[in-house]
């Protein structure tokens, strides 16, 4: 139906960056802001992952380092009495390197029964290193 044949006034053709208040687009300015701004959120989230990562490779540490000190607590105390004794050995696992050492004080802290501790050491990281030990008591049958 026709607008003029209907007695309505037809709508003015308005462009549409006038109806914007001018703006034709993003200005570089923006474009620069929202880049930096979105370059934050990345590196925490990069930082936030890398920490993650490092947090999983030391709990896998300290996981192997507990294991290796129950195993060694096992075989040893599985030995005849008068066998029971201390030892040292070095075991790597993955690329981490392991001092296993297990260590036998006689009469403590009873007579006739032994004292053995398990001590497991590794590299945490270049400068520190972190332990893990277990102790049980032997007494002799």
Request: hydrophobic share 40%; net charge neutral; proline share 6%.
């Amino acid at each position: 139906m026709d607008p003029i044949a209907n007695g309505s006034k037809p709508q003015p053709c308005v462009p549409s960056h006038a109806r914007l208040g001018g703006q034709r687009g993003v200005s570089l300015i923006e474009i620069m802001v929202a880049t930096v701004i979105l370059s934050f959120v990345a590196i925490g989230t990069a930082q936030f992952f890398v920490r993650g990562r490092t947090g999983f490779d030391q709990e896998e540490r300290k996981r192997v380092g507990v294991q290796l000190a129950q195993e060694a607590l096992e075989r040893t105390v599985t030995l005849p009495y008068p066998q029971i004794d201390s030892w040292l050995e070095q075991r790597t696992v993955g690329t981490v390197d392991y001092t296993i050492s297990v260590t036998s004080q006689l009469d403590a802290p009873e007579p006739e029964m032994k004292t053995v501790r398990s001590t497991v050491t590794w590299n945490a990281t270049p400068t520190a290193q972190r332990t893990a030990s277990l102790v049980t008591f032997v007494y002799d049958n």
